[in-house]
Structure formats: C-alpha cells, structure tokens
C-alpha cells in the first residue's frame, strides 16, 4: 500500500544537497525541504556530487545538516554514488577526470543508486539545475513510475552567446592570473570549452525528461533562450527572507560599527569575478589607503596560495582577507560591518548575498547582468555597471564609499508566499 494513502499525505522524494549553514542554494534547498515536509510525505534521495564529501573532513557538518532534516520528519531514502572504477582511475591518475566526463557520457555506467527504504513516491523533484542531481531526479522518476519538477536555482545553460562569451573570459582572466605558464592557461579554455559543450548537451537532454520546469528567477528563462521562455515557470522571485532572518537583520543594521573594508559579496571563484574585484580594489586605494578587502567563503589551499601571490602583484597583500568558511550570523555580521560590497558578479539568478547587504545597510557596486538588473537596478544603494567594465566598476566604487548612501531593499514577497506557491506547484503536478 503506498504510504499516501495509509497517512493521508501525499508521497514526493526529492533530489537535493541542503546545507542551511552555507547560504545560497544550498540554504533555499533546505528551506524547501522543510516547508514541505508540512503537506507531503517527504524522501531525501542524496546526489552522487553531496555523498562524495562523506569521506572529508567537512562530514561532520554535512551530517548535522541531515539530522535536522530528519528531526523534522524527513525520511532518507537512499542515495547515489559514483561506481568504485570511476573514482580509482582517478586517484590512478592524480586527475579529477573520469569523475567529471563518465557521468555525463555514461552515467548508466558510472553511477549507482542505493535504496535505503522503499518509497512509492508520486512526484520526484530536484532542488538544483546541477546535472547531478537533475540525471539522479529524471531517472528515479522514470524508474518509479511518476511525474518529476526540476527547480532551477541558476541557467543550466546560456542561449546568448554573448553572455557565454563574457562568462568565458571571466574565466581566461582567471587562468591568466593564477596559471604561470601559457600552455597551461590554453589547456584550461580547452578544458573548459570541452566540459561547458558536454555538460550543456547533457543539461539540455535531461530538462526535457521532466514533467514541470520552476526557475527562482525570471532571469533564467531569459539566460537559457527563447525556446525556454514559455516552457520554464518562474517565481519572480523565489527567494526572499525569512523571520528568523529579519531579526538578524535588525540586530545588526544600525548596532554595528562600520569598518574601514569593503567585502567580496560571492564565492571566491571566476564565475562571481574575484581578480575584476581585486584589481578594483586596488585603484579604490589610491583615494582610500586605509581600506581592507575582506573575501569569506571556501577556498581550496593551492587557489588561495595563487590569489596570495596575484595579490603580492598587485602590491595589496597586506590589505586583503580571507576568512575562509564561517557560518552564516558571522558573515551577515562581516557585511553589516563593511562599507562597501563590491559584487561583479557573471552567474546569478536572483543574488541573495545582494538582498543581505542591502537589509543590512551596505551598498553594493555590481555588474549590470540580466538577474541583478531585473530585481535591483534603480533602488537606492545599488550602482550597477557594465559587464566587464572594471574602470567603472573602480569609479563607481569610489563614488559610493565618498558619499552617503541609504540602501533600499526590493519589494518582495516574502518566504512564506514563496513557498506557499512552490507547494502549490509541486501539489498540482501530482493532483
């Protein structure tokens, strides 16, 4: 008998990696996952990319994460894994290679499932437009018999070359700055160009195994190209903030004291334009020599050893910080402080570190790409440039930090009518 029918709720399982303490999609995920353990018998079916990060150090987190899942009634059902071969050749090699192409070319070879209870679920959703997770969705959907809702949380794919172009060369300027030799820096574009045209081909095969397409954002239908834009159904926006979240907001806006920093409002990677903020940073101080430039976020040793050395180019090394990982009240805490966030940011859908700032009183100096300037261009605090433009980036920046700015925050709704129209989505697809 299925378990709907034996509690009276409907049955879903859902494909995700919710981790509230990192922020971002990973903490929208969870929010889903916990708002709908309010009207459906809920299963967590693990991704193949979340279970790898068991045998590091990070476990212990990860871990505390399902437990507080599970502590509210969510059931995990099984999980994912890359096959044994995957993985050995791998460590064979000394290359993450095998690990990033044979899931995409074979994923039928390189992947297993793992059932820990048996569910009869009525719909499959994913929580993120990674392939990992929407292969994982697509296939138990298929598998299990039922419909499926892939939830788009950035574009999976990018139908104006345009933008394409300019995420590529965020990405040269990357390798250039941190590779030291050219053969190098060339093997990277290839190898970039090579997984982007795999890992689009797959993305576009697998959206088309689901029964319902949701975006976070109307900008993602944009991104992905007219043949999306009627298909895909959007939150406008599906983010927002929380209770819990305006109190800490209120607690720290005006309780502070500004310091003399601006702060790096994404992950520091390519994609959210770190070395474009760096540079800028580094003209800002010729009008500001006091100021810092703190960067919180996860990074791996070896980038931050070469971000280390770009910034000892740049003469600016003893005026920038890397705070690593820190939980989220200490980050909010760190942008409330700040004077300034400089955010040249080329992926998004709706920046959430960019509605933060601005609840928390810190103006923001970004890139004008389709998801920023859909939901903050022309409110107070928010200076918005052209993509790439790191001259302007510098001027805005210094405008900002010379004069007095108020911050206006977008009228949204709020997480709980988000959500509300979520459920109403996924309860649809089943009805």
């Known amino acids: 008998m299925a378990e709907s029918s034996r509690s009276g709720r409907r049955t879903?399982?859902?494909?995700?990696?919710?981790a509230s303490l990192s922020g971002g999609g990973g903490l929208r995920?969870?929010?889903?996952?916990?708002?709908?353990?309010?009207?459906?018998?809920?299963?967590?079916?693990?991704?193949?990319?979340?279970?790898?990060?068991?045998?590091?150090?990070?476990?212990?987190?990860?871990?505390?994460?399902?437990?507080?899942?599970?502590?509210e009634g969510v059931h995990v059902a099984g999980y994912s894994k890359l096959n044994d071969f995957v993985q050995d050749f791998d460590r064979l090699i000394k290359v993450r290679l095998f690990a990033n192409i044979m899931p995409a070319v074979a994923p039928k070879v390189a992947v297993s499932f793992k059932f820990i209870r048996e569910v009869n679920p009525e719909a499959v959703v994913s929580l993120h437009e990674v392939n990992d997770c929407l292969y994982v969705a697509s296939t138990l959907s298929e598998v299990l018999g039922c419909r499926s809702l892939a939830l788009l949380q950035l574009p999976p794919v990018y139908g104006s070359k345009e933008r394409a172009k300019k995420i590529y060369d965020a990405y040269m300027l990357w390798w250039r700055t941190l590779l030291d030799y050219e053969v190098k820096r060339t093997m990277a574009l290839l190898r970039r160009k090579f997984f982007d045209t795999l890992f689009n081909r797959q993305s576009m095969r697998l959206l088309k195994r689901f029964t319902k397409i949701v975006a976070v954002s109307k900008s993602i239908p944009i991104e992905m190209g007219s043949e999306w834009i009627e298909r895909v159904v959007s939150l406008d926006p599906g983010v927002s903030v929380n209770e819990e979240d305006m109190k800490l907001f209120t607690l720290l806006r005006g309780h502070v004291e500004k310091g003399d920093y601006v702060v790096f409002g994404g992950r520091p990677d390519a994609g959210k334009g770190l070395i474009e903020a760096l540079v800028a940073f580094k003209h800002v101080l010729r009008q500001r020599p006091n100021l810092k430039f703190v960067c919180t976020g996860n990074i791996?040793?070896?980038?931050?050893?070469?971000?280390?050395?770009?910034?000892?180019?740049?003469?600016?090394e003893d005026k920038v910080t890397f705070t690593g990982f820190i939980?989220?009240?200490?980050?909010?805490?760190?942008?409330?402080?700040?004077?300034?966030?400089?955010?040249?940011?080329?992926?998004?859908?709706?920046?959430?570190?960019?509605?933060?700032s601005l609840h928390l009183g810190t103006p923001v100096v970004a890139y004008r790409i389709p998801a920023i300037e859909a939901y903050y261009d022309g409110l107070s605090?928010?200076?918005?440039?052209?993509e790439g433009d790191v001259e302007a980036l510098t001027v805005e920046a210094i405008n900002t930090l010379n004069g007095r700015c108020e911050t206006e925050s977008p009228q949204i709704n709020s997480w709980e009518s988000i959500l509300d129209e979520e459920l109403q989505l996924v309860e649809g697809l089943i009805a």
Do not use: Q, W
């Not at 879903?12 to 919710?18: G, K």
């Not at 353990?37 to 693990?46: E, P, Q, S």
């Not at 989220?328 to 040249?344: G, I, Q």
């Open 327 to 356: 939980a989220r009240d200490e980050r909010l805490k760190t942008v409330a402080k700040a004077r300034l966030m400089l955010y040249p940011s080329h992926i998004d859908a709706f920046p959430y570190a960019v509605l933060e």
């Open 381 to 386: 605090g928010v200076k918005l440039v052209e």
């Open 29 to 71: 995920a969870f929010r889903s996952i916990m708002a709908y353990t309010k009207m459906f018998n809920t299963h967590l079916f693990l991704p193949y990319t979340f279970t790898r990060y068991f045998e590091t150090p990070g476990s212990s987190i990860i871990f505390s994460e399902l437990k507080k899942l599970v502590a």
């Open 12 to 18: 879903i399982m859902v494909v995700s990696i919710p």
């Open 300 to 316: 791996s040793e070896v980038v931050l050893f070469r971000i280390r050395k770009f910034c000892r180019r740049l003469g600016i």
